[in-house]
């Protein structure tokens, strides 16, 4: 049997067992993800949102009181379904209200703390703690709204669905914004389809493939890499700080900002370990603060922009009629990525070594290259008339048709005016 001291640095944590267990959730969540498109759709986002609150409530209850490794699997699958639904629909719910400005990341600080508890019971409250976040999901989502436009597209009550945007707009002049809603939903209806042969359609093109592109390729950044080492602090001032400041310069900026620091961070992070550390022992200190330091600024880059962009952007590019199906696909590419990329790393760090941060580094190049030839700005742009906004690209306006399904007749002479003032992050 070999000693700790004979395994390679990048080997330690090679284990099936783990990847299997870490994995479970993204196969529960990605199946659950399709059956919530409908829920979604037939039913509104609240509903749904209350079935992923519940189901998250379960898995963490059976994941803290598991007695076997069947029961900790059983108890993330159930974590997964909850995932898988909530994905679904606190997008859609916070693209047609208002989303919040700050998302607070503490799983590394309960890890943390409970890893020190020597009773042997550390494992079991981590696992517990999830079910504070699925507490106050499912309380909250009991006294949440339905949106507007799912009040509009389910019940057709006007009335309610403004009263509604004059709450949530805090002003009175919603007309022209319900308006928009109303010939969103109206369209819908109009159109005998089926949301997921619909989104396939030509039309539907660059939706489609924003839908599969942009989780995909968060997936691929490499942040799993860096997770092993991450400090929280800077990922949650990136996060912040895209809230802040994504309505104001654009998601593209943030996107080709967030890749070029990402990039360098990566390429000499590798370099640095690639030259100092080797399969056994360590590196020197002066190396270890470097490594620190560009962690820092790599994840502070993913947590200005593929972090909070890979879910907002897909959440408002699709019009109403294939807005289900197409979060439903962002939701699945996200869970079936991550599952690969959970089921492969561990392996591709023990033999790629130090050259698994040029592997992702590669993808980052292309991710970035992608975002400035294809994905078009959708800075202040409301989400009814997200549709109009292809017809002016370079290159999906060789696709789309003018004044067809999702696309609109114009575009405004300025953003929002006489219309909607936000589009997803309302400042």
Request: proline share 4%.
């Amino acid at each position: 049997m070999k000693q700790d001291t004979e395994v390679s640095n990048y080997c330690k944590f090679d284990s099936q067992l783990l990847t299997s267990f870490t994995s479970s959730l993204y196969v529960a969540g990605l199946v659950a993800s399709f059956f919530a498109s409908w829920l979604t759709k037939s039913r509104g986002r609240k509903p749904s949102i209350l079935l992923g609150g519940g189901a998250f409530l379960a898995g963490a209850a059976l994941g803290g009181a598991a007695s076997n490794v069947y029961m900790l699997i059983f108890g993330r699958v159930l974590l997964g379904v909850g995932v898988g639904f909530a994905n679904q629909a606190v997008p859609l719910y916070l693209s047609e209200m208002a989303p919040p400005r700050y998302r607070v990341l503490a799983a590394n600080l309960i890890n943390f703390g409970t890893e020190k508890i020597r009773s042997g019971y550390g494992w079991r409250i981590s696992l517990s703690m999830a079910a504070v976040p699925a507490a106050i999901l499912t309380v909250g989502a009991i006294f949440l709204p339905e949106t507007p436009s799912s009040l509009i597209q389910l019940t057709n009550d006007k009335d309610r669905a403004r009263r509604l945007l004059q709450r949530v707009r805090g002003t009175s002049e919603v007309q022209s914004e319900l308006a928009d809603l109303i010939e969103a939903s109206e369209l819908s209806k109009s159109i005998d389809h089926n949301p997921f042969r619909k989104i396939l359609e030509a039309n539907y093109r660059p939706q489609l493939v924003m839908a599969v592109a942009i989780p995909f390729f968060q997936q691929v950044t490499g942040i799993n890499v860096i997770a092993f080492y991450a400090p929280l602090l800077f990922r949650t001032i990136g996060m912040v700080l895209s809230m802040v400041i994504v309505d104001r310069v654009g998601r593209r900026p943030l996107f080709l900002v967030g890749g070029v620091l990402m990039l360098v961070s990566q390429v000499l992070v590798g370099a640095i370990m690639a030259a100092e550390l080797g399969d056994h022992g360590g590196i020197g200190k002066r190396y270890a603060v470097a490594v620190i330091v560009l962690i820092g600024f790599y994840v502070a880059g993913f947590g200005v922009s593929w972090g909070p962009l890979g879910w907002l952007v897909p959440s408002e590019i699709f019009p109403l009629e294939i807005r289900s199906a197409g979060q439903s696909i962002v939701v699945a590419v996200s869970f079936l990525f991550t599952f690969v990329v959970a089921q492969t790393f561990l392996s591709m760090l023990c033999h790629l070594k130090a050259g698994i941060f040029f592997f992702f580094g590669g993808w980052v190049v292309v991710m970035t290259v992608f975002v400035y030839l294809l994905l078009p700005e959708t800075k202040g742009l409301p989400i009814e008339k997200m549709g109009d906004v292809w017809r002016e690209h370079w290159f999906w306006n060789r696709v789309v048709v003018v004044g067809g399904p999702g696309v609109g007749e114009h575009l405004p002479a300025k953003f929002g005016e006489g219309g909607s003032q936000s589009s997803v992050v309302d400042l």
